[in-house]
């Protein structure tokens, strides 16, 4: 187990231009998070994943973002025609779905090591 | 208001004293509670998590909490330099399975 892999860990592209991300969750884990953290803030949440079912997204998410997780597996999140707003680190993160009642492991969120967009 | 909350900082602690970390929240329904450690240009990591009220020890670290007061808190013990970082509390919403970050506290410990 690798951990949580994102891909490409640096983006620079120009304002107007699409970028997509990928993140590759630890394996066994059920539950895959997206998050956005600018400079001094602590990270917002964008939406989550129950296997490939999409259960929330923020109202952060807006219709120029779109995230997928099409097997249950690996998840994008692409953005569409970028502004310099979308600066940003863009964190992955997963977790496992835990048992009925117990708090062990759920909720407890692994994040990979972000994506960093720069838009110019 | 905000969900979560913590002051920013920065906090500047001597080597071997005592860190104290602060956090309050607004949902009173939130039951799970978390504290992560992000060193400057990395990803945050989980340093500890509690969900009753009371304290919970690890080692250096104690994280605190009462639910009547919605307030969380982390002691760092014999403060190294290598805790300097910034620390981000969160809290699980009720009702929904995601984590709101507070926007940390930046820690700096002096040798």
């Known amino acids: 187990d690798t951990g949580v892999s994102q891909d490409p860990r640096h983006k620079i592209t120009k304002r107007g231009q699409n970028v997509t991300f990928r993140c590759d969750p630890i394996s066994e884990h059920n539950r895959l998070y997206w998050y956005r953290q600018t400079l001094g803030q602590g990270p917002e949440f964008l939406t989550y994943?129950?296997?490939?079912?999409?259960?929330?997204k923020s109202r952060l998410l807006s219709d120029r973002f779109s995230a997928e997780r099409p097997k249950g597996s690996f998840s994008t999140l692409e953005i569409q025609r970028t502004e310099q707003g979308d600066s940003a680190m863009y964190l992955c993160?997963?977790?496992?779905?835990?048992?009925?009642?117990?708090?062990?492991?759920?909720?407890?969120?692994?994040f990979g090591a972000g994506s960093r967009l720069t838009v110019l | 208001q905000k969900e979560v909350e913590q002051n920013s900082g920065p906090l500047s602690v001597p080597e071997g004293a005592i860190a104290s970390l602060n956090c309050t929240y607004s949902d009173r329904g939130s039951q799970s509670f978390f504290w992560y450690r992000q060193y400057s240009g990395k990803s945050p990591e989980l340093i500890m998590s509690i969900y009753s009220n009371g304290d919970k020890e690890d080692g250096r670290f104690t994280a605190q909490l009462n639910k009547a007061s919605q307030y969380v808190s982390l002691l760092i013990r014999d403060s190294q330099p290598s805790d300097s970082a910034t620390y981000l509390c969160?809290?699980?919403?009720?009702?929904?399975?995601?984590?709101?970050f507070g926007q940390g506290t930046r820690l700096t410990i002096n040798p």
């Open positions: 994943f129950q296997n490939e079912a999409q259960l929330e």
């Open positions: 969160a809290a699980l919403i009720q009702g929904a399975q995601k984590l709101v």
């Open positions: 993160a997963s977790s496992p779905l835990g048992t009925s009642g117990s708090h062990t492991g759920a909720n407890v969120l692994t």
